[in-house]
C-alpha cells in the first residue's frame, strides 16, 4: 500500500507543483469559452426551456475539462517519464501492474475534479446552476475521467515522442470532447451528424453529466451511465492488459 | 545460503539480435563482482532482467533465491540498481528524489537512513535543491542514493563512474566498499578497468552475449605471464637480440621469467650498449582483458 500511495502522492505533487499550468490555464481556457460563446448566443440560442444558454453551457464546459485534464495528466506524466528516463524507478520498484495504473489513474481524476472545481467555481460569476442529481454527477465524474485518464496511460505508453502524443490529443482527443455536445444539444444537428454523435462515448458523458445538474438530457441518463460505465471496464481492461505486459515500459 | 544472483542459460532475443546467448553465473553472497565486456556484450541488459525492466527471452534469474519473474516483489526488494543514464526526475529535490524511491520500495519514514546516505556520498549541502540544478557529478550521487534508500543485500552498479571526477570515484568507492564489508554483495560494470582491478575479487567478461572468462581477479591476470622491460640505451641494439622499438627512443623486451632478463642485460652490454634507464611492467586487467576478447 505504501507503494501505490507513494507514487499517487508523487504524481499528485507532480501537477501541483506546476499548477499554473495544470489547474489555473485550464479554468481560464474555460472561463474564456464560456464569455465568448455566452456573449454570443446568449441571446439567439435556448436548448432546453427555461434554461439560458450560459447555463447550459457551464455542465459541458466543466466536463469537458475534467476530461482533457485527466488525460494530459496521465499522457504527459508517462511520456516525460519516458523520455528522460526516470520512469526508471518505478519501474525497479516492487509496484504491481495493477498499483501503478490504479496510482496514474486517481492522480489523473484528481487533476480532473480539482480543475473541475476550478472551472464550477470561476461560472458561479456568469450563472446560476442548478444540482438537481448529485450524485448521478459523482458517477459520470468518476467514471469519465477514469476513461480518459486510462486513454491517458495507453498514449504515454505507446507515444515515443511528444509529437505522437500531440497526434493522440489533437486528432482523437479533442475531436471527441469538441464534437460532443459541449456547446449544443444533438438535436440540432443534421441527421447523420446524430447518429455519429451517438459513437462518440464523450457525448454520454456530457449528457449525463449535464442531466445531474438540470435533470434534463437528450437521452436517458440511465443510457448514457450504461455505456460510460462499459467504455470504462473496456479500456480499463485493454490499459491493464498492455500494463501487464510491460507494453512499451519493459523490454 | 542462497547465492546472491543465479543465472541459468539466460538468453535474449531483441528481433534480429540476441544480446544473451545463454548466460549461466552465480554470485555468492557478499562478494565484489565485476562484469566486464565491450559494448554491445550484454552486460546491461543482463542487468535490466536481473532489475525487472527487460524480459528474459528464456532461461532463469534470481536475486537472493527470488525468481525476478515469478517473485518479482521479494528479487526487487533485494536489489538496488545504479543505471548508467545520468536520469533524474525534474519535479522534485534529491531529498524528496530518496523519500519518494523509499516509498516506492515500502519504506515510510526513512529519514535518518536517507541522512546517512547523503552524508556518506557529499550530498547533504544539496539535499534541498531542485535535481535540474545540481550538477553531473551531484546527479550521478543521488542515482547512487537511489539504489540505496532500501538498504538491499545486492547493489548492482552498471559503469557508476563514467564521466565523473576523481572526488566523486573515491568517495563512491569508499562508501560502496563499506557496504561490501558490511555484507551487501555488489556487482559492478566498468570501462575503468583499473577499478575493476583493485576492487573486484572475482570478474566475469562477457562478449556477444557469453560468458567468456569467469575467475577470481588474481587468476585472470596470472593468466598472463609476459613482463616487459622498458630500456633506454645509448644506441641501437643489434637484430639478433630480439627487441622491439618502444615509445620514445626506448626498446621493449618481452619475457616470460625474470631469469630472462640477466642474460639479455648480458647480452646487451657484449653488443657494446649501455642500459641508461629500465622500467618493469607487469601484466594488468587491460591486457588480460584485450587478450581474452580477442581470442574468444
Known sequence: MTAFSTLLYKELLRFWKVAFQTVLAPVITAMLYLLIFSHVLEERVQVYPGISYTTFLVPGLIMMSMLQNAFANSSSSLIQSKITGNIVFVLVAPLSYLEFFAAYMLASVIRGVVVGIGVGLVTVWFTELPLMHPVWLVFFTALSTGILAALGIIAGMWAEKFDQLAAFQNFLIMPLTFLSGVFYSIHSLPDFWQAASHWNPVFYMIDGFRWGFFGLSDIPPATSLLVVAVCFVAISGFTLLLLKRGYKLRH | ?296
Open chain 2, 1 to 296: 545460503m542462497s547465492a546472491a544472483i543465479r543465472v541459468q542459460g539466460l538468453v535474449k532475443q531483441f528481433r534480429q539480435v540476441r544480446a544473451l546467448n545463454g548466460i549461466d553465473l552465480e554470485i555468492k553472497q557478499g562478494e565484489f563482482f565485476g562484469l566486464l565486456g565491450p559494448n554491445g556484450a550484454g552486460k546491461t541488459t543482463l542487468i535490466s532482467i536481473l532489475a525487472g525492466l527487460t524480459h528474459a527471452t528464456h532461461g532463469k534469474a534470481e536475486i537472493m533465491g527470488f525468481d525476478v519473474a515469478r517473485d518479482y516483489r521479494r528479487s526487487r526488494r533485494a536489489l538496488g540498481m545504479v543505471p548508467q543514464e545520468l536520469v533524474y526526475d525534474p519535479f522534485f529535490t534529491a531529498r524528496e528524489t530518496l523519500r519518494l524511491q523509499s516509498g516506492y520500495f515500502g519504506i515510510r519514514k526513512n529519514d535518518d537512513w536517507i541522512d546517512h546516505i547523503l552524508d556518506h556520498l557529499g550530498l547533504t549541502e544539496h539535499a534541498d535543491k531542485n535535481m535540474r540544478t545540481l550538477s553531473g557529478g551531484m546527479k550521478r550521487r543521488v542515482l547512487v542514493a537511489q539504489a540505496l534508500v532500501h538498504k538491499p543485500p545486492v547493489i548492482v552498479l552498471d559503469e557508476p563512474t563514467a564521466g565523473v571526477d576523481v572526488d566523486l570515484r573515491q568517495t563512491l568507492w569508499e562508501f560502496i566498499r563499506s557496504l561490501n564489508r558490511e555484507g551487501h554483495t555488489v556487482v559492478l560494470t566498468t570501462h575503468y578497468l583499473e577499478e575493476a582491478e583493485t576492487l573486484c575479487e572475482r570478474i566475469a567478461m562477457l562478449k556477444q552475449g557469453r560468458v567468456v572468462a569467469l575467475d577470481s581477479t588474481r587468476n585472470l591476470l596470472s593468466r598472463r605471464h609476459e613482463h616487459q622491460a622498458c630500456l633506454t640505451l645509448d644506441g641501437i641494439p643489434p637484430a639478433e637480440l630480439g627487441l622491439k622499438a618502444g615509445a620514445g627512443g626506448t626498446w621493449v623486451y618481452v619475457f616470460q621469467e625474470y631469469a630472462q632478463l640477466e642474460p639479455m642485460l648480458t647480452a646487451i652490454r657484449k653488443a657494446g650498449l649501455t642500459v641508461q634507464e629500465m622500467q618493469l611492467a607487469e601484466p594488468d586487467l587491460e591486457d588480460v582483458f584485450t587478450e581474452i576478447i580477442r581470442n574468444s
